[in-house]
């Protein structure tokens, strides 16, 4: 996945498994030869070389994280597109190695014609491409690796824990002291590692997404990694940040790219129809303004 990850648990008499590290290390091992598309051979960068027109069977976990990724393509009006990925390529963000530049108004449209959720037909755990679309999980395979982690450690008797996989967490139960898990969410400023808000959790999934990380700028302009499917270029709206809180990671890593999307008028109408919290951190001339659902402020240290 190309990052790091951190897992924590509270031990007890019924969880003391020496064998859970050498156990997760090797589940993540499994998503990623799943899901991955830096792996040539993964089973994901498989069906990628597929021709267009034929189908495969999917293994449960892939067939799985498609079929969440398609719902929220589907109710974000397609603001989440697995199939973005030759866009994002294109920009120099993608596996590929590709120069990072702003591509012209013409390879960008050459490009759109090999995008879109809905050239993907997923019949249980039976996949067709109905056109030659490369999928790109990254929006939501760590949430789902976070989740699956989650899972092992709740089969091992473990009911306390934080998992962390590239800032993409899931928390339940309490600390030894009784208190909530504490998540700092940063402030999205280029360069720096500032605390905009402390928030203490249990039971929910928590995802991050931003564009002040991962982007590059050219002639005075910055262009943001998070790429638009609809124009088939980087967002240029003033949300800088979205964190998520849902009942599983995958569904806040997910919901959290939807509305990095969809930008700061659409993204807080979203949240609330999904069902799910989430804070917006907007740029304004004068710094960073929040906008929050009404629950989120529930979860605030103050």
């Not at 034929?54 to 109710?75: F, H």
């Not at 898990?181 to 991050?208: F, H, L, M, N, S």
């Amino acid at each position: 996945m190309g990052t790091s990850f951190t897992v924590k648990w509270v031990s007890s008499d019924n969880s003391r498994d020496t064998s859970l590290p050498a156990q997760i290390d090797q589940l993540l091992v499994e998503v990623n030869n799943s899901m991955s598309t830096y792996q040539k051979d993964s089973e994901l960068s498989r069906i990628n070389q597929m021709p267009a027109g034929d189908s495969a069977m999917l293994s449960d976990g892939l067939a799985e994280v498609l079929n969440k990724a398609l719902e929220i393509s589907q109710s974000s009006g397609g603001a989440f597109d697995v199939t973005v990925g030759p866009l994002v390529n294109l920009w120099g963000f993608g596996p590929d190695g590709r120069v990072i530049r702003a591509p012209d108004d013409a390879e960008i449209e050459a490009l759109r014609q090999r995008v879109g959720y809905h050239y993907i037909k997923l019949s249980g755990n039976q996949l067709n491409r109905e056109r030659n679309v490369y999928i790109d999980l990254s929006a939501i395979a760590k949430g789902y690796g976070v989740d699956q982690v989650a899972n092992l450690l709740e089969k091992a008797g473990i009911n306390a824990y934080l998992v962390e996989i590239g800032g993409e967490l899931r928390a339940r139960g309490n600390k030894p002291d009784g208190s909530h898990w504490k998540i700092a969410i940063e402030a999205p400023v280029a360069g720096e590692r500032i605390v905009q808000r402390i928030i203490e959790v249990r039971d929910v999934g928590i995802a991050t997404s931003g564009d002040y990380r991962n982007y590059f700028e050219e002639n005075g302009i910055r262009f943001s990694h998070t790429i638009d499917p609809a124009t088939g270029k980087p967002i240029n709206h003033r949300l800088a940040s979205v964190t998520v809180l849902a009942e599983d990671c995958a569904e806040a890593d997910a919901l959290a790219t939807a509305m990095m999307v969809l930008g700061p008028d659409q993204a807080e109408t979203y949240a609330e129809q999904q069902g799910v919290e989430a804070l917006l951190i907007i740029k304004s001339d004068d710094g960073f303004i929040e906008k929050m659902t009404p629950g989120f402020s529930n979860y605030l240290v103050e």
